[in-house]
């Protein structure tokens, strides 16, 4: 098992930046791919970005892309998602997850989930 806890969301601004960060613990010795994933109110949980364990390999939607960074530290089992330029439509529920053997946009191939952090975005 791998036991994940996303932190860093908030209150911001339209324009603003947030750093969120996930931290895994438990089952961690395995190579895998992380990603985070966004759920709004009344909307269908959506794929944001995604990273190769080594880092290497890295994709983002395309609503996302240009603004948001993910990246990751496997001395420190850590996944973050850099967000600059928020805009409303950025407001959501965010989850980290891991467990794909590869980078992939469905959700369905990712065994571990966080329980989430709220971003909200002010316009």
């Known amino acids: 098992q791998v036991h994940l806890v996303e932190s860093g969301g908030g209150l911001v601004q339209a324009g603003g930046s947030l750093r969120l960060s996930c931290a895994a613990s438990?089952?961690?010795?395995?190579?895998?791919?992380m990603g985070w994933f966004r759920q709004a109110p009344g909307k269908e949980r959506e794929f944001v970005a995604a990273?190769?364990?080594?880092?290497?390999?890295?994709s983002y939607a395309d609503s996302v892309l240009g603004r948001f960074t993910i990246s990751r530290d496997n001395a420190k089992n850590t996944v973050s998602l850099q967000m600059n330029s928020l805009k409303s439509e950025d407001t959501a529920v965010y989850y980290c997850?891991?467990?794909?053997?590869?980078?992939?946009?469905?959700?369905?191939?990712?065994?571990?989930w966080g329980q989430g952090t709220q971003v909200t975005v002010s316009s």
């Open positions: 990273i190769s364990w080594g880092g290497g390999t890295k």
């Open positions: 438990g089952r961690t010795c395995c190579s895998f791919a």
């Open positions: 997850a891991a467990g794909s053997s590869h980078v992939d946009m469905r959700s369905g191939q990712y065994n571990y």
